[in-house]
């Protein structure tokens, strides 16, 4: 791929990583600290070092080269030599090989061998990962953005791997793989079940660590990002012709075909090289000083708000500059539509703290292309202030954690106040109405990858996390769950009515609530981890959806929650509910206790009042009836015939009609419209 003589040349400081010209390959990287780079050439296999070229230019901070008659398909790496001064920041070695951070296509997988740790003598060109220059131009055809509009959103988070591991309609070949995800039978369930929007667990490529290697695991998750601009290969199928990168694209396209978003969880608050005990693989070994948060009093610590050993700075520019590009890169050539932000605190924090003047928003907000996608933040860390759910700019979605705090109270354990209740139900307004902000703005959720499914919150009163290898210290023990009498599973007609009966409520509680809906793929089909409620490391049948156990009736129930949340426009209102009068005369929302009055100023704050009635007038009127206690309850409805579209206690029966005395049911959700 190289003529004999090889000699490189000075190159250009942009565009950052390996691009190919068509007569060349420039180089570009990032490393101000470092007195010199090496650019390193393997083999096709990357396992031997065939080549080692100086970069010749060092141009504000960024060395670079061009190497003529290069094609793509050239495996590199890096080697970065300086000082070695951890109290000072600096951790060069010029033994390791390191991975460019702009690599679009990645080669080897690590280990976790004690060769990478910084201060090891030993080499690593063997072993480490490498870049493969790419060039990869792709058809999108027709291809059009679904764009759908913030009121009409209703996320699926998911897994691409788990997703289609054990689906039968998927041939053998293509499970657990993008073709997979991009597969018909696939595709037409999303569409017909009625999720606008799919969130998937991080695709970057990933380093697992190597506590759990050696423990024959896996970061199943994938919150191990080393790759910001290559997908993970362990989710492409494999087949000739294609790679990782056009078989994703092709998934994304297929998912478009169908109308359905398609939005990256995405890892930028800390990488895979982890703490100071952990390998230097890339960002450590060509400028640990620059990419890394590190602690002012010892600059060979490391800050921890991700609860993984690092963080990167994103107050730097060119840190900043690595995440834009990355983000770009995937809207612009991948043609996803949106981000989850892991951990997005972080991401906003400089040396005093989090700021929602971060560079971090700026660069959001003034950038053309993606001031316009759906940007979604889970709006915590672990360091200090980092809770700030609800500070984010006006236009981003955010995992309202609050939420799902109440609900699950609310619904098992009936410890929340209405008044607690209500502000949880109508878009967290203590949260969220600020700046203008819409009443989108709320991601309301029950159960997510972390934490316990659906099912499992009413199956189990305790984690069973054993199968991490922890003793069950991981995960949370602060489930709000209820187990219905028995812990697990259960061949209890009675218990198992009552876990379903249960599940129905929450989900229609959900789905009818303002705000942002999120399910987690597989609730609606009774998915069970056994009570696992970190299953982080669980690539198997643990965590995998089961379809051939799949629960069809509750599946044809979400389905058809989602139908009638399209069908009602007050039921996905983005303007704020307040209770002022309409131009009609009629509040736009009244809140009702059982014997038809408004809710007393006391019964919003004395605990043990579990049922409510919610009359919404928007551009219709709705009325909604929720009963959390174990006993029926008598309830005067407002003047008038109502029609019951919905009734979670008893979803196959018949819309009916009913006149101002009703008996709302036990553990109840209950959807009214005027009768006509």
């Avoid at 995405?266 to 990419?291: C, K, Q, W």
């Avoid at 003793?471 to 259960?490: I, L, M, P, Q």
């Amino acid at each position: 791929m190289l003529h004999t003589a090889v000699t490189i040349k000075p190159g250009k400081s942009y565009p950052l990583g390996a691009h190919w010209d068509g007569q060349g390959v420039n180089f570009a990287l990032v490393a101000p600290n470092a007195q010199a780079v090496l650019l390193c050439l393997f083999d096709d296999r990357g396992e031997q070092e065939t080549l080692r070229l100086r970069l010749p230019v060092c141009e504000d901070g960024i060395w670079h080269g061009y190497l003529p008659d290069a094609e793509p398909g050239l495996v590199y790496g890096y080697r970065a030599f300086g000082q070695y001064a951890p109290h000072q920041g600096y951790r060069y070695n010029p033994n390791k090989v390191l991975l460019d951070p702009y690599a679009r296509q990645i080669v080897g997988q690590y280990r976790g061998q004690d060769e990478f740790l910084i201060d090891n003598p030993a080499d690593t060109a063997a072993i480490a990962l490498k870049a493969r220059v790419a060039h990869e131009p792709y058809d999108w055809g027709g291809d059009v953005r679904p764009g759908i509009a913030v009121s009409d959103v209703v996320l699926y988070e998911m897994h691409v791997k788990g997703f289609t591991r054990m689906h039968p309609l998927v041939p053998e070949e293509l499970r657990g793989s993008y073709a997979g995800m991009a597969h018909p039978a696939v595709t037409a369930y999303l569409k017909e079940l009625g999720v606008t929007t799919v969130s998937l667990l991080p695709v970057h490529f990933r380093a697992d660590e190597a506590r759990l290697q050696k423990m024959g695991v896996s970061n199943y998750w994938g919150y191990t990002s080393i790759g910001f601009f290559a997908p993970e290969p362990r989710y492409w199928s494999g087949r000739a012709g294609t790679t990782p990168v056009s078989e994703f694209r092709d998934m994304v396209q297929a998912l478009h075909a169908n109308g359905i978003e398609v939005v990256l969880d995405v890892v930028y608050n800390h990488t895979a090289e982890m703490g100071g005990d952990g390998p230097a693989l890339s960002f450590r070994g060509i400028d640990n000083s620059l990419y890394y948060h590190l602690q002012p009093g010892d600059r060979a610590l490391y800050e921890n708000w991700s609860g993984c050993g690092n963080c990167l700075n994103l107050s730097e520019p060119r840190v900043l500059q690595l995440v834009m590009d990355s983000l770009r890169y995937w809207v612009e050539e991948m043609h996803v539509d949106g981000f989850r932000f892991d951990l997005a605190t972080v991401l906003a924090r400089n040396a005093h703290g989090f700021s929602t003047t971060a560079p971090f928003f700026a660069a959001i907000c003034q950038d053309p292309v993606l001031s316009r996608v759906r940007l979604i933040a889970e709006p915590w860390d672990i360091g200090p202030g980092g809770y700030q759910v609800g500070q984010f700019p006006a236009g981003w979605l955010e995992w309202n954690d609050q939420y799902r705090d109440t609900m699950r109270s609310f619904w098992l354990h009936q410890w929340p106040t209405l008044g607690e209740f209500a502000q949880r139900f109508a878009g967290s307004s203590d949260y969220f109405r600020h700046h203008n902000r819409s009443a989108a703005s709320s991601i309301n959720f029950i159960a997510v990858h972390d934490g316990f499914t659906l099912h499992d919150l009413v199956s189990y009163n305790h984690k069973h996390n054993l199968a991490n290898g922890e003793d069950n210290r991981d995960g949370s023990t602060h489930n709000h769950s209820w187990n219905c009498g028995v812990e697990g599973e259960t061949t209890s007609g009675e218990v198992q009515a009552l876990r379903s009966r249960l599940k129905r409520a929450l989900l229609a509680t959900l789905v009818f609530s303002q705000g942002t809906p999120m399910l987690q793929a597989g609730d609606e089909l009774g998915h069970s981890q056994r009570g696992n409620n970190n299953a982080y490391c669980q690539d198997n049948e643990l965590a995998w959806i089961d379809w051939n156990q799949a629960d069809r009736e509750l599946a044809d129930y979400v389905r058809r929650l989602l139908a009638l949340r399209r069908r009602h426009p007050a039921l996905r209102s983005v303007r704020w509910f307040t209770g002022e009068r309409l131009p009609s005369g009629e509040a736009d929302i009244v809140w009702l206790s059982p014997d038809g009055d408004a809710i007393a100023s006391e019964e919003w704050v004395e605990r043990g009042h579990v049922c409510i009635g919610i009359l919404l007038h928007d551009t219709e009127t709705c009325l909604l009836l929720l009963n959390a206690s174990a006993q029926p309850v008598n309830f005067r409805l407002p003047p008038g015939r109502w029609q019951v579209l919905l009734d979670s206690a008893d979803p196959a029966a018949p819309a009916v009609t009913i006149g101002v005395e009703t008996v709302l049911p036990p553990r109840a959700v209950w959807l009214a419209v005027p009768a006509d």
